[in-house]
């Protein structure tokens, strides 16, 4: 059966990773590539609470409760994984060591800016260690659903919350689509199926690319 919603941004996003690299993996549907690491591909999920080496997300009945992700679930550790203190894993994350983040977004825009951490005067989980990741490390992806719920694009031309990072968003994945985050703007390269560009740019508020080949999202 197709991937579809989050599942397809998940799986789609865990596309990006390449042999041997080390990833961290934001809260919500980041965490959901876990389950859709690609095949053959040895590498390295790294939490910020302090875990090198996260496996699949095991159900409550068979989880260690001394190991949990960054949301607070349950994780696993991988055969030569290792729980490390929290300073040494935001010294990974500042000093370039993680290859590449996957991190949900409230908004997101066309110039590669992130806004993620508050909506003033609502309660929210926080920064947490996304301002690290958006400094530090070298390929960051947003995995986001492409409207909030009351229909609002999250991808704009101009992000109107507080920044948590400045033109550091490489990649963009929705359910809907994948953009690349280009110097020349926003590219779509993928549609999910169903969708078409006419669809896309009826949802999105910021302008993009369209290139002659577009591929499908799985």
């Known amino acids: 059966m197709a991937l ?24 919500g549907v980041p965490l959901m590539c876990t389950n859709y690491l690609p095949e053959g591909v040895e590498l390295w999920l790294e939490a910020e609470i302090g875990i090198v080496g996260c496996g699949p997300t095991p159900s409550w009945d068979d989880a260690d409760p001394d190991l949990i992700d960054a949301g607070g679930q349950p994780t696993s550790i991988i055969k030569g994984g290792s729980v490390i203190d929290q300073a ?55 995995a986001t659903d492409h409207c909030e719920k009351s229909g609002q694009s999250k991808i704009l031309k101009k992000c109107t919350l507080p920044l948590t990072g400045a033109k550091c968003v490489t990649d963009i ?46």
Request: proline share 4%; hydrophobic share 45%; glycine share 12%.
């Open 88 to 142: 040494d894993s935001f010294g990974l994350i500042r000093g370039g060591h993680v290859d590449a983040t996957v991190l949900g977004t409230l908004q997101v825009d066309q110039e590669g800016n992130i806004a993620n951490w508050i909506v003033p005067g609502k309660v929210v989980p926080g920064m947490g260690g996304a301002m690290d990741l958006c400094a530090g490390v070298k390929k960051i992806v947003v």
């Open 173 to 218: 994945v929705t359910e809907r689509c994948y953009f690349e985050v280009t110097p020349d703007g926003l590219v779509i390269r993928e549609l999910a199926p169903g969708y078409t560009v006419d669809d896309i740019r009826a949802c999105t508020e910021a302008d993009f690319i369209i290139p002659d080949e577009i591929g499908v999202m799985e």
């Open 4 to 27: 579809t919603g989050r599942a397809l941004i998940a799986s789609r996003c865990a596309k990006f990773f390449k042999d041997g690299d080390l990833v961290n993996l934001g809260i």
